[in-house]
């Protein structure tokens, strides 16, 4: 079974508003399943938010981010996230009007020679390694806060 956020995750992980995740819902841009009224987020999703959050924080507008999502899951014929997972690093590079996948050192190398303004690169294996690392700090911090395994005092 296939691990599953709730909206406040999602939130909590990526910093999004919850405002901003109603909207891309509503906008199809990230379309969780819904129990009731709750909006349940899988693995994939709550990576490609994080991912986006990470674009909109670097000037990226919506329209662009759905379309490079788009691309990448028809280009890869996966999620972005399964895409991740398949290589060792995965960059998104960017000179402020394009986008583009790195997958290795020497694509990187190949593209900024024919760049002619700066670009920024955003680390999808580290967004992906950082959400995973919430994750577990989270859960840790709910196991501590239950107490954990009793203990007797042995002065008794």
């Known amino acids: 079974m296939q691990q599953q956020f709730t909206s406040n995750e999602v939130i909590a992980l990526t910093g999004i508003t919850a405002r ?9 841009i990230v379309a969780p399943v819904r129990q009731g009224h709750r909006r349940i987020y899988n693995w994939d ?5 994080a991912v986006i959050c990470q674009l909109r924080r670097r000037g990226f507008s919506l329209q662009r981010m759905r379309k490079a999502i788009a691309f990448l899951q028809q280009e890869f014929g996966t999620s972005l996230a399964a895409t991740v997972s ?15 996948l790195r997958t290795s050192a020497r ?3 190949d ?3 024919n760049a002619r303004q700066p670009m920024f690169d955003i680390c999808l294996s580290d967004e992906v390694r ?3 690392g919430e994750i577990q ?5 709910a196991v501590s806060e239950r107490g954990g395994p009793l203990r007797r005092d042995r002065r008794a």
């Open 86 to 100: 398949a290589s060792a690093e995965c960059h998104l590079l960017s000179d402020g009007t394009h986008l583009y």
């Open 130 to 132: 950082r959400v995973r």
């Open 20 to 28: 901003q995740l109603q909207w891309w819902d509503e906008r199809g």
């Open 107 to 109: 694509q990187v190398v």
């Open 137 to 141: 700090s989270r859960k840790k911090t």
């Open 45 to 49: 999703e709550l990576v490609t938010v």
């Open 111 to 113: 593209l900024l020679k």
